[in-house]
């Protein structure tokens, strides 16, 4: 018997960041994302013999274990163990050989939220295997409390709420940990426009977004002006964009990208870097009106956006970059399920 699932990566297009505690505790957040035709999958598989195995394919990792309740945290594969311990924890099982497999459509530290999907994934597969009664809200805030809390890794709150939820939402961020998903109902042709307009390019790094998340919340912490202002600017970002793509105002889309890209760099250091201000720059010389890094900053993905037909020549002038245009289409389903008997 082989449990499946699989978890949408998402492009976050305003107010990132936003969704870091302490800011969204004293001041509430706000970001507008959507998921996109990369995921995160997970299998767990019930085998004979006496071992539990985890496996990333995408890695190239594996470990074995001797059949029990807990596994050790060890700093590898710590996403399937983490899952595997609190379900265990939460909703006790008997022990048997199994093999929980992985696999990513994007590197790890690709700023498309790789790591809280892999986990909605992981946590969807055991769900599907146990028949849990967890809803969407229950699986996102399950996710975050184990990536967060029980492996401690810092990180927001945004993309165990996209990956579950799936397609066009804006999310609201407030203390005590409450999230408030607002799906958008965006006509057809608006989503078909910007799907087209936007460019996903992969800088062809990877970064570790801990070091910057924990630089930004000590800014908060430690009450840096700067920062906060910039994170205010950030959530006010978001609902220009909410009300952009509602009412189909795609010709403003590249300034607000621009808008919150000014204001990103002002959260913390390292966000921005002389790489990705050259390809920014690159961009926006070859007909893009705005764009922003993907995830926390200081590389992986970034997205501008190319209005008209400019994106063929943004795409010409970026392929003298090193780095990767990567396809992709828009999502409407979120954490998807199933079994193989």
């Known amino acids: 018997m082989i449990y499946r699932s699989k978890a949408p990566l998402r492009i976050g297009l305003a107010g990132g960041g936003t969704d870091v505690s302490p800011y969204s505790d004293l001041f509430g957040g706000a970001i507008l994302n959507i998921t996109v035709s990369m995921s995160a999958h997970a299998?767990?598989?019930?085998?004979?013999g006496h071992e539990i195995i985890i496996e990333?394919?995408?890695?190239?990792?594996?470990?074995?274990?001797?059949?029990?309740?807990?596994?050790?945290?060890?700093?590898?594969?710590?996403?399937?163990?983490?899952?595997?311990?609190?379900?265990?924890?939460d909703y006790p099982f008997v022990p048997k050989a199994l093999k929980i497999s992985t696999f990513v459509d994007a590197p790890a530290g690709s700023g498309l939220g790789t790591s809280s999907t892999l986990v909605v994934a992981i946590l969807g597969a055991f769900v599907e295997m146990l028949k849990l009664p967890l809803g969407d809200y229950d699986i996102a805030h399950y996710a975050y409390e184990i990536e967060r809390k029980d492996l401690h890794l810092s990180g927001g709150k945004q993309d165990q709420y996209a990956a579950t939820f799936g397609g066009v939402n804006f999310m609201e961020f407030y203390e005590d940990d409450k999230v408030i998903v607002n799906p958008l109902r965006i006509r057809t042709q608006y989503l078909h426009?910007?799907?087209?307009?936007?460019?996903?390019?992969?800088?062809?790094?990877?970064r570790e977004s801990a070091k910057i998340i924990d630089e930004q919340?000590?800014?908060?912490?430690?009450?840096?002006?700067?920062?906060?202002?910039?994170?205010?600017?950030l959530k006010e970002q978001a609902q220009q964009m909410k009300v952009a793509l509602l009412k189909g105002k795609l010709h403003e889309i590249g300034q607000i990208l621009d808008y919150g890209f000014q204001q990103k760099r002002l959260m913390?250091?390292?966000?921005s870097n002389d790489i990705i201000e050259k390809l920014y720059q690159t961009a926006i010389n070859a007909g893009a009106t705005g764009g922003k890094i993907s995830g926390a900053g200081g590389g992986g993905f970034?997205?501008?956006?190319?209005?008209?037909n400019s994106r063929y020549q943004v795409i010409?002038?970026?392929?003298?970059?090193?780095?990767?245009i990567r396809e992709y289409t828009f999502t409407k389903h979120g954490l998807q399920t199933w079994t193989v008997e």
């Open 43 to 48: 299998n767990i598989e019930i085998i004979d």
């Open 56 to 89: 990333a394919y995408d890695r190239n990792e594996k470990q074995c274990f001797p059949i029990s309740n807990q596994l050790p945290i060890d700093g590898k594969l710590d996403l399937a163990k983490g899952v595997y311990n609190r379900i265990q924890k």
């Open 193 to 206: 426009e910007l799907e087209n307009n936007l460019l996903l390019f992969y800088t062809d790094t990877s």
């Open 217 to 233: 919340t000590k800014n908060v912490t430690a009450k840096n002006q700067q920062s906060i202002d910039a994170m205010h600017k």
């Open 268 to 271: 913390a250091q390292n966000i």
């Open 302 to 308: 970034m997205i501008f956006y190319c209005p008209g």
């Open 316 to 324: 010409e002038a970026l392929k003298q970059c090193n780095g990767i």
